[in-house]
Nanobody, 118 residues
């Protein structure tokens, strides 16, 4: 069982940075290593969209709108996945969600609000 718990959101000015964290609470270390992780976001009035992903094997991919500004990473010892976001824009304002995919089961976190002021 995996229960992602996000943190790190907040209010930042355009051009600034934030680092989001997603703790895989209730997951043992061997489980964490087998999880495919993703970050999604949902802006008001819009559908949830993919932001970044990292497979259990370490392959990463990003949405086109990231344009090299975000980096997904993980710390196995801390059972935590990160999303480093730089050069933030007003259009990055959204609730950011962490998703864990474990052998076909999907587990979502509760989300963390990111607000970028222009």
């Amino acid at each position: 069982q995996v229960q992602p718990v996000e943190s790190g959101g907040g209010l930042v000015q355009a051009g600034g940075s934030l680092r989001l964290s997603c703790l895989a609470s209730r997951a043992i270390t061997s489980t964490f290593w087998s999880i495919n992780w993703s970050w999604y976001r949902q802006a008001p009035g819009k559908q949830r969209e993919f932001v970044a992903g990292m497979t259990a094997g370490g392959e990463v991919n990003y949405a086109d709108f990231v344009e090299g500004r975000f980096t997904i990473s993980r710390d196995n010892a801390k059972k935590t996945v990160y999303l480093q976001m730089n050069e933030l824009k007003a259009e990055d304002t959204a609730v950011y969600y962490c998703k864990a995919e474990y052998y076909g089961s999907h587990f979502w976190g509760q989300g963390t609000q990111v607000t970028v002021s222009s």
